[in-house]
């Protein structure tokens, strides 16, 4: 088996108001289930319930355990690790990797985003890139459809077994970049990998010898987490270790995959109606209103007259209405509410 890490400490500010602090994307319900709750039934392809971890942090831990136990599953207290602070996700895939080497010794763990949709099917994949993971840091690839500047892009060179040795990895390029990268025929980066703990900690010594100095397998195994946090810097896994890597090998995922990282990715991936609305548990009296994505979480009416293409988003206490287009730009909201308290 290989063993499974979710990433669950983000805080999806593109999703405001649907997404807050203390209720974020990945434990969003839009369907029956939760991102979170979908991410863990896919590790449960390849790893038993043991052997799922999860990185979050104090205030979200019992969505973890209630969502996995809402499923049916009682993930073992022990395997929700609580980060002191968020730090992204190289210090959280750190942490995660430590705990599995004390708990299980060298192992091969497949790292999991809780923010996306994916094709179950898309497991049978990841279990079988297990012999690449066995020298190479393993990344899985996505066509690209868009210049997206909000991913990681990833240039495939030769083929080695299921997949391309990579030559050259760069985190969210600018929109000129991310057109040249799309012309040469890069993949995007799924923000899922597959690492052997022993070539994961190889690579941390040489490219962030700080982190391998605070999470390394060999520092003292009682080494409270607190102080191992101080020690490093907020960064992600993909600017501290794949860009610099040359050692990363590219898998392609020709499954369904969305980041549904923003309302517009949403309305794409969700099912229209005649007019192409998209809409999600409200009463609603649409008049020549076309394309639009609308929300409410409350007991109101929604009524819409000769709009197009709008994102329309009601909370009990917040209302957002922007164009979809510009729905990468919501984060800017949560950022300018987070300075303003
Ligand atoms: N525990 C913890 N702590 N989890 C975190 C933290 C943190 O500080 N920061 C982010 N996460 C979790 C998020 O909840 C999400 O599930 C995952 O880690 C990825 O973080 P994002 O913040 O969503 O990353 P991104 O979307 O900007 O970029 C990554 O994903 C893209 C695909 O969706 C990169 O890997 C890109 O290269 C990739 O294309
Ligand atoms: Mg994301």
């Not at 490093?232 to 610099?244: F, L, N, Q, T």
């Amino acid at each position: 088996n290989i063993r499974s890490l979710i990433l669950a400490g983000g805080s999806g500010t593109r999703l405001w108001p649907l997404s807050r602090k203390h209720n974020p994307k990945q434990f969003l319900k839009l369907e029956d289930t939760s991102f979170f709750q979908n991410t863990l039934i896919r590790c449960l392809e390849v790893s038993d319930i043991s052997e799922i971890f999860v990185v979050t942090n104090d205030s979200q831990r019992f969505f973890v355990t209630g969502q996995a136990k809402e499923l049916g599953y009682d993930l073992p207290p022990e395997n929700v690790l609580i980060e002191p602070e968020a730090k992204n996700t190289l210090p959280a895939i750190s942490f995660g990797m430590r705990e599995i080497v004390k708990r299980f010794g060298k192992s091969i763990v497949g790292v999991f985003s809780s923010d996306h949709v994916l094709d179950i099917r898309a497991m049978e994949t990841i279990k079988n890139a297990q012999l690449l993971a066995k020298e190479h840091l393993v990344t899985f690839g996505i066509v690209p459809t868009s210049p997206h500047t909000g991913y990681g892009y990833i240039k495939p060179a030769e083929k080695i077994d299921a997949g391309y040795k990579v030559a050259e990895f760069r985190e969210k390029p600018n929109h000129e970049d991310a057109l040249k990268y799309l012309k040469e025929g890069c993949l995007w980066n799924s923000g899922m990998f597959l690492f052997d703990t022993e070539v994961f900690f190889g690579e941390l010594k040489e490219h962030e010898s700080s982190f391998y100095k605070a999470f390394g397998p060999e520092i003292d195994p009682d080494a409270a987490i607190e102080e191992i946090y101080e020690k490093v810097r907020a960064i992600s896994i993909d600017y501290g270790i794949m860009e610099k890597s040359r050692n990363v090998v590219v898998v392609r995922l020709e499954h369904k995959w969305s980041d549904l990282g923003n309302f517009n990715a949403i309305y794409e991936e969700s099912e229209k109606d005649d007019n192409g609305n998209v809409i999600y548990e409200c009463e609603n009296i649409l008049i020549n209103s076309q394309n639009n994505l609308v929300y409410s979480k409350c007991d109101k009416l929604v009524a819409l007259i000769d709009v197009q293409n709008m994102a329309v988003v009601d909370t009990p206490d917040a209302l957002l209405v922007c164009p979809r287009e510009s729905s990468q730009k919501v984060k800017q909201v949560a950022d300018a509410l987070h300075s303003k308290n």
